[in-house]
């Protein structure tokens, strides 16, 4: 099927990952020009630009910062002349259980800034690129989290932070990217439980596994490949053109209770 997204530029911020990697994949099967971003692992962007058949660049950036997030898309549009499209990947789960009364200012400031206030970065400068080059239509994915839908005990700092991702800011650039770009939209994604090297520890323990499994009817744990899927879907217009401030879960039918005892 035809999405459209040919010689669509779509920058992708935490194209290092196990899912930036499957998204940068699947864009450049579309036929996408691609800006990578990534903040500590060249040797992976490097790897993976070399692997795509596709024409595209790696931009390092510490998207905690505003400078740097503004200075990302100044260097893709060095490049090409335009962006498109955008999937706001990046982000950081810490994996120690801490409950909130145990939680310290310093981690909870630290999660928010890698998840929250880097996506607020990323679609700023989206948005003012928008601004600067106006067009008919643009794309704006934000990869959230069921933490977001269900809340993750000992993980309140990541699970708020995508809440506010994956409810607040969606919905609110919604109606703001039209005054912008009239047929833009904005989605968002959220992975449950998914086969990356991040998870890997996690999910080599079988009791954690098995109740993962046990809340959902496809008892799986999803691969990358059907989390960048949903996204390709969502960026396209020609295939999602008249979805916008959607939250899709991709994990498998999860609920907030026990299916498969």
Known sequence: ???????????????????????????AA??????????????SVERLRGELNARAIAVQADLCDEQQADAMFAEGLKTFPRIDAVVVNAGAW?????????MTLAQWRQTLDADLTSAFLTC???????SAVPRESAALVLVGSTAAIFGEADHADYS????????????SLKNEIVRLAPRGRVNCVC??????????GQLADAALLKRITATRPLQAIARPQDIAAAIV????????GHITGAVLPVAGGMEGRLLNP
Request: include cysteine; aromatic fraction near 8%; charge should be positive.
């Open 124 to 130: 700023r400068a989206f948005l003012r690129h928008l």
């Open 94 to 102: 810490n994996a120690s259980a801490v409950p909130l009364w145990e």
């Open 30 to 43: 579309e036929g996408s020009t691609l800006v990578l971003h990534y903040h500590h692992n060249a040797q």
């Open 233 to 240: 879907f969502l960026a396209s217009d020609t295939l999602a």
């Open 1 to 27: 099927m035809n999405t459209g997204l040919k010689d669509k530029c779509v920058l992708i911020t935490g194209a290092s990952g196990g899912i930036g990697q499957a998204v940068a994949r699947a864009f």
């Open 160 to 171: 708020a932070a995508k809440a506010a991702m994956t409810y607040g800011l969606t919905r």
């Open 191 to 200: 992975p449950g439980w998914t086969e990356t090297p991040m998870a890997a």
